[in-house]
């Protein structure tokens, strides 16, 4: 089982970007509509519409009792027609009267104002901004022997430009085989001492535990910033938002944050792979 599913919204922004043709915004489709924050704000022409945050979540899997007797960890897998994870989970949660400084909040998207029985009114933060400054695309080829997968870098060449037909002989076909070329793209994501902090307590707050301060889901997510304005508490806050946030992509990871207090880090590899041919002799 792939470690990502890749969203139906993935592929219709892929064929927009690809055409040239509009993509209308549809109902059941964005965060901003799940969490009530700016859901009518569209993109216009000219924006960037692409991978712009991440998403969390702790609904990503189950503990099954196995055949020892013991409990493990099950995944839970998500599918392409779904848009939102499971369990959202907000990075950070803050009393209204104590939400993020302006340079704090650059790093995070989707505000959502909400109340907490018996504890008031609370802001929480359910996108985290990916760092894409010293991201690059390269191009690989990945070949796959006894299990182990080799990425070498792939350089076109003439042979590109002047391709030669593959020969067959009575009986031969060209089979998808384990060997791919895929093109990379590496960002980090990352969680500091002080951001795992604020996500445990985060949790405390939501659930009255640390324990459920769990990464067991994430989603890439596109989307457009845009400056919004809205009430808050005697005034009005002016800040950055990220405007139809669209998930392209689901991926599994087991991160419980009660024992990661000294922070994470990973990298994220978005790109495509397509799946090299080789010659196989048909089967009766």
């Known amino acids: 089982m792939s470690n990502v599913v890749r969203t139906l919204e993935a592929g219709a922004i892929q064929t927009m970007h690809q055409t040239g043709v509009a993509l209308p915004l549809v109902e059941n489709t964005t965060l901003n509509q799940k969490y009530g924050v700016a859901p009518a704000l569209d993109i216009v022409a000219g924006d960037k519409f692409s991978f712009n945050y991440v998403a969390i979540g702790n ?21 392409p027609n779904h848009a939102a994870l499971y369990s959202g989970l907000p990075f950070i949660v803050r009393p209204e009267t104590n939400d993020l400084t302006p340079d704090k909040r650059v790093n995070y998207r989707m505000r959502r104002v909400f109340e907490i029985p ?27 022997l006894d299990g182990n997968t080799t990425a070498l870098p792939y350089v076109p060449d003439l042979n590109a430009l002047n391709p030669q037909r593959p020969l067959l002989n009575v009986g031969e076909a060209l089979v998808a085989a384990g060997d791919y070329m895929a093109v990379s793209c590496k960002m980090p994501f990352t969680m500091s001492t002080d951001e795992i902090d604020e996500f445990r307590e985060a949790c405390k707050l939501l659930y009255g535990d640390h324990g459920y301060a769990v990464i067991s889901e994430m989603a890439l997510v596109n989307g457009v910033d845009r400056t919004v304005k809205v009430a808050h508490l005697n005034g009005e806050l002016t800040y950055t938002e990220a405007i139809r946030a669209t998930v392209t992509a689901f991926t599994k990871s087991a991160i419980v944050a009660d024992y990661f207090r000294n922070g994470i880090s990973m990298v994220m590899d978005v790109g495509a792979a397509e799946p090299l041919l080789t010659v196989q002799i048909e089967q009766p």
């Not at 609904?59 to 599918?79: C, M, Q, R, S, Y």
């Not at 018996?118 to 191009?139: E, M, P, Q």
């Open 59 to 79: 609904g990503g899997h189950d503990t099954l009792v196995g055949k020892n007797g013991f409990k493990k960890w099950e995944a839970i897998p998500h599918l």
């Open 118 to 144: 018996n504890l008031g009114r609370f802001v929480g933060y359910y996108l985290r901004v990916v760092d894409k400054s010293l991201a690059t695309i390269t191009r690989e080829e990945r070949r796959t």
